[in-house]
């Protein structure tokens, strides 16, 4: 009785194991927004940021910018939440673990934004404290394994199986985040657009920049660097949106210069330039835009690295 029991139990639980395979291998990108950053091979070109990167920067477009050249790819969008992805020693392990590390001529794009390098004040980052532990990716030991069991056991609470019904936002094979939910009229725009103001505002009081995180971008490039291009990035923001981030962190800017300066990586600020992208909330590219600045992007990376090569050679 007993064994036909176990017999019973282990039939279930194989045919239950059987859907949920079936469900992460085909829909994984619709229920979860980071399940597929975990399922595909180690990355040979990275895109590594917070939510601006994840859904602004199209990793099949600079594919496309770099095809047939002398450079590492495909590309892969290894971006989170502003919730997950803050610059430290943990996201930076995550990043080594997700790197083909046989790779010596990849393109490294490091979205950075103040709050990517802030510390709350519940957290001392000097004494190993970080509000991240314990999200992915920094939960994860395997982070290129198809299907990800590890993912599911670890990570259940951010799966959200009734999104397969409706489908308004997914996260492709290549780690970016397709959002389709887009603003109907200039109302909404304009509410949208406030709601993401009063959640920078509600705690930005608490926090200031860590010289501990600041260090660990420090590390980080330095460790790209051994594998090809590094390049330091700040998204296109609305105005309203970058007048915030100006004022309570004014250090910012001067910060980055400092950091590409000493590390001799390109820094590319899209908010001084001419051209303006339009966002759905003021926070985040669309996906119309966001092709229209991938490529923007790419081509200034290749023009720096042209840049470089031409510096370069007329010294030797």
């Keep these: 009785m007993v064994k036909k029991l176990i017999i019973k139990l282990g039939v279930f639980g194989l045919i239950c194991l059987g859907i949920v395979t079936f469900i992460l291998v085909n829909y994984g990108g619709y ?38 050249k002398e450079y590492d790819t495909p590309f892969l969008n290894y971006s989170f939440t502003i919730a997950q992805s803050i610059i430290g020693p943990l996201y930076n392990q995550s990043i080594y673990r997700k790197l083909d590390t046989s790779t010596d001529n990849g393109i490294y794009v490091i979205c950075i934004s103040p709050e990517m390098l802030v510390q709350h004040e519940d957290y001392d980052n000097a004494s190993g ?13 395997f982070v290129s394994v198809n299907p990800n069991y590890e993912y599911l056991i670890k990570n259940f609470s951010f799966f959200h199986f009734r999104t397969l019904f409706r489908k308004k936002a997914r996260v492709h094979k290549n780690g970016w985040l397709e959002e389709t939910n887009l603003p109907r009229d200039t109302k909404v725009f304009e509410e949208w657009k406030q709601a993401q103001i009063d959640i920078f505002l509600k705690d930005v009081e608490k926090y200031e920049l860590s010289p501990t995180r600041i260090q660990s971008l420090n590390d980080l490039i330095t ?17 309203e949106f970058l007048k915030y981030e100006d004022k309570y962190f004014p250090e910012f800017d001067h910060t980055i210069d400092s950091i590409a300066n000493l590390k001799k990586v390109a820094y590319f600020d899209f908010n001084k330039g001419d051209i303006v992208y339009k966002t759905y909330d003021g ?15 790419g081509d200034s990376i290749l023009q720096s690295i042209k840049r470089e090569r031409i510096i370069k050679n007329s010294m030797e």
């Design 31 to 68: 229920i979860d927004y980071f399940y597929e950053k975990f399922t595909s091979p180690n990355a040979k070109s990275l895109i590594i940021g917070d939510s601006r990167s994840f859904q602004g920067i199209q990793p099949v477009v600079l594919d496309e910018v770099f095809e047939g």
């Design 129 to 141: 404290e970080y509000r991240e532990a314990g999200q992915p990716p920094h939960n994860m030991r």
């Design 283 to 297: 926070h985040h590219v669309d996906k119309f835009a966001g092709k229209e600045f991938t490529k923007v992007l």
């Design 223 to 239: 460790e790209l660097d051994k594998h090809g291009h590094v390049f330091l990035t700040r998204m296109p923001i609305s105005k």
